[in-house]
């Protein structure tokens, strides 16, 4: 039992865990492309028109996937942040760094299909809807964190004040998105409604078909992103200078 | 009372010291002795508990440093900056420096001690129109009016003439000869009893 | 007790040698709530329904504005670290920095907010409900912007990226503040924004300085 347990721990240094992403990496591309295939097929071919939005709404199953990982990524990166914080895990810490453009990058594909949805149903390009202005926000969220780590020096230094802008972003995701439904029922926006369509069975599958394409996706370039990321922060380390890929 | 084990700092990607040990009681005082860029501020910045250490602990009176509630009553450090207000006059500076700290310091006390460092008649000045070498020595009559036991001063001699100089060696070898701990770094050697050298 | 009250009125004490740090914040807030009528044109139906947001906005730039020297200017002269290393707890020097800040950067926006509001063509009661979200805001942007003034202390762009860090965060106290005074125009009664408002306080006060000391800590390592 107790050999289990170091077991894990020895991943927690990046020394170890390089290899084993590496390893991990193809795996979840592997899989990325298999439910890719599954959900547009559900999404494109199998899921029926909608009898009010026509085949335009199609474009849901990017959109709402897309939500959901940007919301889902922030999460894991504020959790991630908060252990490199608390435990002091330079592994932690780097892991939440290469979660954040691929969380940003859902927060925008999702406000850009969220765009493209509603220009055929309501005639702009933008409507201040409550879940798209938390998107938006969301993506602000996103920016500031990389922009924080970007602009300071000292990696660990970075490592802990981004952690600590995840940590309040994460508290306050919720209150903004409170609050930002309060503002829209108040001045009876618009809304990009799901709801207001029944939702065929297929329809929901596809949209959890391209949620876990796009889930495996964020963990093969989340891991991808963190070997790069090692490579720099370990650089002056032995065992770095010692790897084929650096020696070449 | 003061005790560090198995000390290591990293700065950035460079290691500056690793696994340092070191111990001071009563009535001693370290002299942190390395080039620049050794790591001799980081050492006393990690003794004094503004920055946590890679590797190891530091102790005082046997309870980790971060929890020891009296480490900080007892403690005077001073950094590279002179810690003053520049819109403040000197005995402001000194006041609200031990109104912050908790500690009381009566207006007699304060302006004596400016007055023994030479700031007769500039005790209610702005600190901005005090030369540097009298800014420092308000960083003298703080040093002088604040009950710490254990002193961590970093390059104190900076910008001190040679009266100043005299007067801040006499209060740390008072210090240290009355129970007092000191741990300084400097360029210069200093005529001090009972000190050990820490060379990084 | 004693402690915070000291650094509270050290920073006031700072502030009134050097005037014209207020007046900036303020001028500016006086400014930009100018510059909408400029821009969007006179007419009283329409400057009455845009003024609750506007006049939030312009005091959400202008607490941004002096964000930035809360802790700048200790941080530079070493009087932060040595507030890190002194006996009394770091949390509660931030508490009575975050208020000394309040009271230089916040209150006069809350005391001149009605005047610029007549501008706008509000009446009396609706001038009340501004001036009292506000009081309840402003102090919550101040100690939400202290987590953000913290944390990019002596960091290269500091003054955009505190805005890009901040503004976020800030959203919540726009709509309800904003909200208030707008629900009690249409008669629907501030009572519900100004609860919330005061939650959104009473939460800020709790939480927002232990970040704030966190990452303050952080800057001095």
């Known amino acids: 039992m107790s050999n289990r347990l170091i077991n894990w721990f020895r991943f927690a240094s990046p020394h170890n865990f390089y290899p084993l992403a590496g390893k991990m990496i193809p795996v979840f591309w592997a899989l990325a492309a298999v439910f890719a295939v599954a959900g547009l097929w559900m999404g494109f071919f199998v899921a029926p028109t909608d009898a009010q939005q026509g085949e335009g709404y199609r474009i849901i199953f990017v959109h709402v996937p897309a939500s959901w990982l940007s919301m889902f990524i922030y999460m894991v990166m504020a959790t991630w942040a908060g252990i490199g914080l608390s435990l002091n895990a330079r592994l932690s810490s780097m892991m939440a760094q290469a979660l954040a453009p691929t969380g940003a990058l859902m927060a925008f594909l999702s406000l850009w299909t969220g765009a493209f949805w509603g220009k055929p149903m309501w005639g702009t390009w933008w409507v201040w809807d409550a879940r798209l202005t938390s998107e938006l926000i969301l993506f602000f969220l996103y920016l500031g964190f990389m922009a924080l780590q970007a602009s300071i020096d000292d990696p660990r230094r970075a490592d802990k004040a981004g952690a600590i802008v995840a940590l309040v972003g994460a508290v306050n995701v919720p209150i903004i998105y409170f609050s930002v439904k309060w503002w829209n029922t108040l001045h009876q926006g618009s809304s990009v409604n799901l709801a207001k369509s029944s939702m065929a069975v297929t329809m929901l599958w596809g949209m959890l078909l391209m949620a876990l394409c796009f889930w495996m996706y964020s963990i093969a ?15 002056h380390t032995e065992w770095v200078k010692d790897l084929p890929e650096v020696k070449a | 009372m003061l005790s560090a084990h198995g000390l290591t700092c990293v700065r950035g990607d460079r290691r500056l010291f690793s696994d340092l040990d070191l111990t001071l009681q009563a009535g001693e005082w370290l002299h942190v002795r390395g080039e ?35 480490y900080r009553r007892n403690l005077l450090f001073f950094g590279h900056h002179g810690a003053l207000k520049e819109d403040l006059t000197a005995l402001e500076n000194l006041e609200f420096a031990a109104a912050m700290d908790g500690a009381s310091l009566t207006l007699e006390v304060a302006l004596r ?22 800014k420092r020595r308000v960083m003298l009559a703080r040093i002088a009016t604040r009950n710490a036991t254990l002193w961590i001063l970093d390059e104190p001699f900076t910008a001190l003439d040679v009266k100043a100089v005299d007067l801040l060696s006499t209060l740390i070898s008072d ?8 741990i300084l770094t400097s360029h210069q050697t200093m005529p001090i009893p009972g000190g050990r050298v820490v060379q990084l | 007790m004693n402690a915070i009250l000291a650094v509270a009125r050290r920073d006031l004490l700072m502030v009134m040698r050097r005037k014209s740090e207020v007046l900036t914040a303020l001028f ?50 070493g009087t932060l670290e040595q507030m890190a290393i002194s006996p009394t707890p770091l949390v509660m020097l931030v508490v009575g920095k975050i208020g000394a800040h309040w009271l230089v950067s916040g209150l006069p926006l809350v005391l001149i907010a009605p ?31 202290s987590i953000g003034a913290a944390l990019t202390l002596g960091v290269r762009g500091g003054g955009v990226l505190l805005s890009l860090l901040v503004l976020p965060l800030f959203i919540p106290a726009l709509i309800f503040g904003a909200g208030a005074v707008e629900a009690h125009i249409s008669g629907l009664g501030a009572g519900g924004h100004l609860s919330l408002l005061a939650a959104m306080l009473a939460l800020a006060v709790f939480f927002a300085p232990w970040a704030t000391t966190a990452a303050l800590r952080i800057a001095l390592e």
Do not use: Y
């Not at chain 2, 046997?62 to 009296?70: F, L, S």
């Not at chain 3, 941004?64 to 809360?70: A, D, E, I, Y």
């Not at chain 3, 706008?120 to 100690?143: M, N, R």
């Open chain 1, 221 to 235: 370039m989340a891991l991808t992103r963190v070997r790069t990321i090692i490579l720099e922060r370990e650089a």
């Open chain 2, 36 to 70: 620049n860029g050794a790591g001799k501020t980081s050492l006393l910045r990690l003794l004094a508990g503004l920055a946590q250490p890679a590797d190891g602990d530091i102790r005082w009176c046997g309870e980790p440093i971060d929890n020891a509630q009296d």
């Open chain 2, 113 to 134: 001690a400016l007055q023994r460092f030479g700031l007769k008649g500039r005790e209610q000045l702005p600190v901005r129109v005090l030369s540097a070498g009298q």
């Open chain 2, 175 to 182: 210090h240290v000869t009355g129970g007092g701990m000191a």
């Open chain 3, 28 to 77: 500016f807030f006086v400014i930009v709530t100018s510059l909408f009528p400029l821009g969007i044109g006179p007419e009283p139906t329409l400057l009455r329904k845009i003024a609750p947001g506007v006049l939030w906005v312009a005091a959400l730039l202008a607490t941004m504005l002096g964000l930035q020297r809360m802790f700048a200017a200790d941080h530079a002269d």
């Open chain 3, 115 to 145: 005047i610029l509001g007549i501008q706008f063509d509000l009446d009396a009661s609706a001038l009340g409900i501004l001036v009292v979200a506000l009081l309840l805001g402003t102090p919550l942007l101040s100690l939400i912007g």
